[in-house]
């Protein structure tokens, strides 16, 4: 929970990850309003309207400034 509302994290290797079927079951189960897809990429980016890719460079920065 952050700012009343349910965050999760999922942390991938791949370098261009992609929207997979756990990562919906993980919204619907967890009833989460937001994933973050951290990877070891340089670019962050939304694959689904709850979920975004977010380099681990930018995460402190992107946690912080929300």
Do not use: Q
């Not at 999922?10 to 309003?33: G, I, Q, V, W």
């Amino acid at each position: 929970m952050r700012h009343g509302k349910r965050e999760g994290f999922e942390f991938k290797y791949s370098d261009a990850p992609r929207m997979t079927k756990s990562m919906h079951s993980a919204l619907e189960d967890l009833r989460l309003d937001r994933l973050l897809v951290v990877y070891p990429g340089k670019e962050s980016y939304r694959i689904h309207e709850k979920v975004e890719v977010v380099s681990i460079l930018e995460l402190r920065v992107k946690i912080a400034g929300e």
